[in-house]
């Protein structure tokens, strides 16, 4: 069975025929529709920062779903400030460990570095971080109750967050193709089992998922009969695990592509599945195998690298 997804986008998340004035504020950020961008990092702020490219921050944007604050990050590709073109967008979660070591947990997943690098090659996207917040990120990355850990259960809460408040405010303010067919959701370890989930759960808005060394095991297996379940999807997964995650990571893993398979996805069409012999369960891991997966969902073919040899001297 396949899930209907033939209205893709439904009237809320539609973009606007023409894009809102961006104004400048006194404080060099820019004014769209209310909400207020800031340049970040904000010059002069004394830390050392490893950002590049161009970083808009939205300082303490509220969840009427969760009840709390964040702030949201928002990457944007080379070209966006020289063109009039819309972009595809991917929300990632454990937004602080993306872009900047200065708030990373250790090291840091280097976004902007590779997609700066892969924009050379036509790879450009939105890339919106939402950061996590601290002891709420067990809960909010699982729709299900761990009873080990005692926590989990406001995944839903925390994808509607995503889909009725932040992603309408994304459309709104930048340049953005709002289908399910350019929309994505992607992130590691919990991140990358509410990836998963959310993906199957929302159809109609997300088209693509990046699973990377998810944690299936949280919340007693549950995402397994749920995938199962779930009527097929169109679009594209991606799935990976490193060697030195553990046998346990790795039979997990190996249990979830088979079940995807079986489900009618197609390793190097629709579904990329990535072993790396020695991979461990971080973010360097993680940083390492990023433009892969963001070339597999992007629908961008990686082109190999050309080796230019210089003669040898007479």
Not at 5 to 29: C, F, L, S
Not at 206 to 219: I, K, R
């Amino acid at each position: 069975m396949t899930e209907d997804i033939t209205e893709t986008v439904d009237a809320e998340q539609q973009a606007p025929e023409t894009q809102p004035e961006h104004q400048q504020t006194a404080e060099g950020g820019t004014e769209s529709g209310g909400t207020v961008w800031m340049d970040y990092p904000a010059p002069d702020d004394g830390a050392f920062h490893t950002v590049v490219g161009t970083m808009k921050v939205l300082e303490q944007l509220e969840s009427p779903q969760l009840g709390n604050r964040r702030d949201i990050l928002v990457y944007l590709p080379p070209s966006y400030g020289r063109s009039n073109r819309r972009y595809p967008v991917v929300y990632m979660h454990d937004g602080q460990n993306l872009f900047d070591r200065a708030t990373s947990f250790g090291e840091e997943w280097e976004v902007d570095q590779t997609l700066e690098a892969a924009s050379e090659q036509g790879l450009e996207a939105i890339v919106v971080g939402i950061p996590n917040l601290g002891k709420e990120r067990l809960n909010e990355y699982s729709p299900w109750h761990d009873r080990r850990h005692q926590q989990g259960g406001s995944g839903e809460a925390y994808l509607e967050f995503i889909v009725h408040t932040l992603k309408p405010i994304i459309d709104r303010d930048f340049r953005t193709m709002p289908g399910r067919e350019s929309t994505g959701i992607a992130g590691s370890s919990m991140g990358g089992l509410i990836s998963l989930y959310a993906f199957f759960k929302h159809p109609k808005v997300f088209g693509f998922a990046g699973v990377m060394s998810p944690a299936l095991w949280f919340g007693g297996r549950s995402i397994y009969p749920f995938v199962k379940e779930r009527p097929f999807v169109p679009g594209r997964i991606y799935l990976d695990v490193g060697t030195s995650e553990g046998s346990d990571e790795l039979h997990d893993v190996r249990r979830l592509k088979d079940i995807l398979t079986q489900k009618g996805y197609r390793e190097g069409r629709d579904l990329l599945y990535v072993v790396e012999m020695g991979g461990q369960h971080n973010e360097r891991a993680w940083a390492r195998r990023l433009r892969r997966e963001l070339h597999f969902l992007l629908g961008v073919p990686e082109r190999a690298k050309r080796v230019v040899r210089r003669s040898e001297p007479l």
